[in-house]
């Protein structure tokens, strides 16, 4: 059975029409019963803004507030199969990456890493540890693994690196032995097990709010459970065809879309500083229509947040970068 999509017109805002459909589809009575629903979010400011909606709907309407669950898209997978173990922390994963390199053959590794910190150069450890855990994390959001790879390489003409993929999914098979003897899981190798072995299960009704862009990892779960999810896609029923069938954009459908921007909404200015000045001067011609938690500024590039942060400090203009702060940065 295919997931349910329903269109949700982009003329009004996203969120005020998502606190719509939940009325019209679980109010029942006096009471809006929404315990059996876990929403999806793409973050967690879009889910506590929802929750506000739904609270001053039911306020006003005297209604009776149900609440559901809500999580985001990155941690859907963890309500969709049962987790037998606790599952290692980052450092504790990155740990592990480090010390499954340091006991492969020293001479075996240097023909991958030619380059290979000595024993108590912790830093440069560390950073090969974060590598090799950034490479597992982005192949298994692709329900893929080293091994995978090597296998799918060798039917590429010209691939020659199927001997480095079979070292590094040795030390990945020693990476995921070392957690397990620590009564540990990974969670990317836990979610690919549930897919592999159909274990994917939910006694929620499950609705997807603007969840565009899914890695193929938490589709192929939410395909197990399809029957009993629905995703709400924000756009004009007019436009369906450039969704797929999970509510994600087919980017390809996007690419001569016609936007309908004019030359007079284009500022073109000379640099970052500039580009600051601008936003400021723009933010102050909208005359304090818009509350600061109302505006959105879009950067492509991260580096120029910096710059514009300061300049929006200068202006008393109230900003926050969404990323905030890592932990490695404090």
């Known amino acids: 059975m295919a997931i349910a999509r329903t269109f949700l017109d982009w003329s009004r805002p996203a969120l005020p029409a998502v606190v719509e459909y939940l009325v019209e589809r679980f109010q029942r009575d006096d009471v809006l019963d929404l315990e059996g629903v876990l929403l999806v979010l793409p973050g967690g400011r879009a889910a506590r803004r929802l929750t506000e909606l739904l609270v001053a709907h039911c306020d006003t309407e005297g209604l009776v507030l149900l609440p559901p669950e809500h999580c985001t898209v990155g941690r859907l997978p963890e309500y969709l199969y049962e987790s037998h173990r606790p599952f290692a922390s980052e450092l504790t994963q990155q740990l592990t990456w480090v010390q ?3 006991d492969m053959d020293r001479d075996r590794c240097k023909r ?6 000595e024993d108590d150069n912790y830093t440069d450890w560390m950073d090969l540890g ?8 982005e192949l298994a959001a692709d329900a893929l693994d ?37 009564q540990l899981w990974d969670l990317q190798t836990a979610r690919l097990y549930a897919i592999d072995y159909n274990l994917c299960r939910t006694d929620k009704m499950i609705i997807l709010v603007g969840t ?14 399809a ?8 756009a004009p029923k007019t436009c369906s065809d450039q969704f797929d069938e999970h509510g994600c954009l087919i980017p390809d ?23 600051a000045d601008e936003m400021a001067r723009c933010l102050a011609a909208l005359g304090g229509r818009y509350r600061a938690d109302e505006v959105v500024v879009g950067v492509l590039d991260e580096l120029l947040v910096p710059q ?6 200068e202006e008393n203009i109230p900003a926050r970068w969404v990323v905030g702060r890592t932990v490695r940065e404090t």
């Open 100 to 102: 499954a390199l340091k």
């Open 112 to 117: 991958f890493i030619p380059q290979l910190p």
């Open 130 to 137: 974060a590598l090799l855990q950034r490479q597992h994390r």
């Open 146 to 182: 080293f091994s995978q790879v090597a296998q799918r390489g060798a039917q590429l003409p010209g691939f020659e690196d199927e001997s480095r993929w079979a070292f590094l999914r040795k030390i990945q098979q020693d990476y995921l032995a070392k957690l397990d003897g620590l």
């Open 212 to 225: 565009t862009d899914m890695n193929i990892a938490t589709r192929q779960m939410l395909d197990q459970v």
């Open 227 to 234: 029957d009993q999810v629905t995703a709400l896609v924000h």
């Open 253 to 275: 459908a996007w690419q001569d879309v016609h936007l309908g921007i004019t030359t007079q909404q284009i500022h073109v200015v000379e640099g970052p500083v500039e580009q």
């Open 308 to 313: 514009l942060l300061r300049q929006f400090e």
